[in-house]
T-cell receptor, first 112, second 112 residues
Framework: GAGVSQSPSNKVTEKGKDVELRCDPISGHTALYWYRQSLGQGLEFLIYFQGNSAPDKSGLPSDRFSAERTGGSVSTLTIQRTQQEDSAVYLC??????????FGPGTRLTVT | QKEVEQNSGPLSVPEGAIASLNCTYSDRVSQSFFWYRQYSGKSPELIMSIYSNGDKEDGRFTAQLNKASQYVSLLIRDSQPSDSATYLCAVTEGRSARQLTFGSGTQLTVLP
């Protein structure tokens, strides 16, 4: 079946611009996660959605970051007024009830 | 703060040897344990899940779990150059399967 998809695969933006990253999870998975991975670094948790519950936003690094999930499926991560330190690969994952997370291919964001 | 510790490596083994990757975790009530493989420039790929003490084998991979010692390992038999990647250990937080804590990964190189 189809895996997690993300778009765009690459995004180059100028400092100060807003960007939107999209994630389409595996059908039937109720949980969706956003992570960030800088070059050569580990996974940094950003935000987690579970069903209709309020999202866990504890990993968002600043109020420039926000995310929403519409209809319990597709999610959008928005970064406002991008900074160079926002440059990273943004990964989305969805999970089974047992916690097995399946990752999308990621969006590579470069802020110039 | 819940922690997952891995030896960052790099770990080098000759082709055909057994590669042993180790992980310790701090949360005593964690229930589910996962190993992910991440090739350079790619997203993490789930390769093993283990939920109870003992060994679980899947092809050339064996996961071992010891909850009393808070220790999980991954053995790769007959290592191949294509196994060269970073291996991430991940552990569910608390009794819930909702979120994972990831280790920083061990970089494995299999030498031809």
């Amino acid at each position: 079946g189809a895996g997690v998809s993300q778009s765009p695969s690459n995004k180059v933006t100028e400092k100060g611009k807003d960007v939107e990253l999209r994630c389409d999870p595996i059908s039937g998975h109720t949980a969706l996660y956003w992570y960030r991975q800088s070059l050569g670094q580990g996974l940094e948790f950003l935000i987690y959605f579970q069903g209709n519950s309020a999202p866990d936003k504890s990993g968002l690094p600043s109020d420039r970051f926000s995310a929403e999930r519409t209809g319990g499926s597709v999610s959008t991560l928005t970064i406002q007024r991008t900074q160079q330190e926002d440059s990273a690969v943004y990964l989305c994952a969805s999970s089974t009830a047992r916690g097995e997370q399946y990752f999308g291919p990621g969006t590579r964001l470069t802020v110039t | 703060q819940k922690e997952v510790e891995q030896n960052s490596g790099p770990l080098s083994v000759p082709e055909g040897a057994i590669a042993s990757l180790n992980c310790t975790y701090s949360d005593r009530v964690s229930q589910s344990f996962f190993w992910y493989r991440q090739y350079s420039g790619k997203s993490p790929e789930l390769i093993m899940s283990i939920y109870s003490n003992g060994d679980k084998e899947d092809g050339r991979f064996t996961a071992q779990l010891n909850k009393a010692s808070q220790y999980v390992s991954l053995l790769i038999r007959d290592s191949q150059p294509s196994d060269s990647a970073t291996y991430l250990c991940a552990v569910t937080e608390g009794r819930s399967a909702r979120q994972l804590t990831f280790g920083s990964g061990t970089q494995l190189t299999v030498l031809p």
